[in-house]
Every structure is written in C-alpha cells, then in structure tokens.
C-alpha cells in the first residue's frame, strides 16, 4: 500500500482560521487537506500527518523554540515512519514572520536545505525510493490579530512561488503552487478556511495520480 507523509505548518497540521489571541482550533480528519487527498487517492492509501503548527523551514522560533526548525523536524518524521511512498512538503509561511527579518532567499535557504535533506541517498535507500513534492503556500495577506508578527509578510511571501519553482526544477522533483488553487482566510490572513482545505486535497490528489 503506497504512504503519504505531509510534512507542514499549521497548514497541513490543519490549525482553523484565529479570530483572537488564545483561540485554537483543528480542523476534524474529514475536512484537512492531508485527509481529503488520502480519501480522494482511495482505500489502497496510507497518510501520515507531520503538521507542527510554528514549523519554519529551518529557523528556532524563539518565543514557541527551537523545535520548530524544519530541518531537524524533516530528519526526524524520515527517521521515524516508513517506508513512505511519496512525500510532500509545505513550509515558508512561518519564515516570513517579522521577528526573522529574512529575505526570499533566506527562505530559499531554508528550503534548499530541506530538499537536501527529503533527497539524501541514505534517506532515500532507507524507505525503497520516494517521490518529494514541494508546495509554495499561498501568499499571506496581513490582517487581523496576525498584523503585527506578519508584518511585510504580504511582499515577502510573493516572492516564494517563483523561487520554489525554480529550485524544484533544479532538484528534479516536483511542484505545486497552492496559490493557484486556493487563497489564505480573509480572518487571519495565514490559515485555510475549510473550504479552501477541500479545495487543496483534491487538487493535490490529482497532482498525485499523476507522478504515482
């Protein structure tokens, strides 16, 4: 039975639009797009989530920690299941946080490091061979209690697209741009409405079908 493991932010962990500080809320297993993929790919499919609300790609959060460094995440969840068929990855949205103060191509960095990781041979032999799929989250919009941490985050995040393409090519793997299909919650700013979740799974599940 071929494995999806998703590997994300809050995005992909499924984390609902935020009204107001202290406000937390997970979208159920019918409505996130990990589930929603899994369910349209059918039956002969095993997911495994690998969403951590707060993952950057390889940067230490210093106020939620050092955890939250993408690198050290990716390494781990490889290590941890498998063998896995076919992995997808969906992170950026948390580097463009004011408190980094990065650039496109820090965010570029942090990327590229992730890919070195998901394509290391050892990593690789270890789970028989898997397909990686990198997705560009849709740009953010910066609005409502997400202001201030997410401050220039509208410009930064649409920039990464185009640079997502660009290494995906160069690594040999393959693209999505979730900002084709889908935008941020008009809430937040940041998060997936539930609608938008149905919208990314069944696009992604596609995608799939097509490389697998």
Not at 43 to 49: N, P, S, T
Not at 62 to 69: A, C, E, L, V, W
């Amino acid at each position: 039975m071929p494995t999806l493991l998703t590997f994300g932010d809050s995005n992909t962990h499924g984390t609902r639009p935020i009204l107001a500080e202290g406000d937390y809320g997970r979208f159920d297993a019918k409505a996130r797009w990990p589930c929603v993929a899994k369910e349209a790919l059918g039956d002969k499919w095993i997911l495994i989530e690998e969403g951590l609300p707060g993952r950057t790609t390889c940067f230490e959060d210093p106020i939620m920690g050092s955890f939250m460094n993408g690198w050290t995440g990716l390494k781990i969840a490889l290590s941890t299941h498998g063998p896995i068929d076919l992995l997808t990855i969906m992170l950026g949205t948390n580097d463009c946080k004011a408190l980094f103060g990065n650039s496109a191509r820090d965010i570029l960095g942090g990327i590229s490091g992730l890919l070195a990781i998901a394509q290391n041979a050892e990593l690789q032999s270890r789970h028989g061979g898997y397909k990686t799929v990198l997705i560009a989250p849709p740009p953010i919009v910066v609005t409502g209690i997400f202001s201030t941490s997410f401050y220039g985050a509208d410009r930064l995040s649409e920039q990464l697209s185009d640079l997502y393409s660009e290494i995906a090519t160069l690594w040999g793997i393959e693209f999505f741009d979730a900002g084709d299909v889908i935008a941020t919650s008009p809430v937040d700013g940041v998060h997936f409405e539930k609608e938008a979740h149905q919208t990314l799974g069944t696009a992604l599940a596609k995608k799939i079908r097509t490389i697998m």
